[in-house]
């Protein structure tokens, strides 16, 4: 699990959220509220190996960390959530 006091979260990991639960037919009554539960029962995740060298390259040579849960991923780069992805293929 992570530590969630220690993540900054970004206004574009909410607006992702948002945006992307909207295409799931979600809504949220306080997203970014919504947003820290699930990142707070978040797992550490690993991606498949070309994927995140292709986005270590993309990215500037940042090295992100990936957590799970329930469907979403959520991409934090030095303590800070950078953004928020569905998972493909997920089954809810």
Known sequence: MIDISTIIISDHAIKRFVERGEKMKQSFKDPK???IQFLSRSVLAEID???KVRRIIEHNFEIADYYEYSGWRF???KKI???VERIKNFQN
Request: charged content about 15%; overall charge neutral; cysteine-free.
């Open 33 to 35: 509220q919504t947003l």
């Open 75 to 77: 991409v934090v780069v």
């Open 81 to 83: 959530l950078v953004t």
């Open 49 to 51: 190996p070309k994927e």
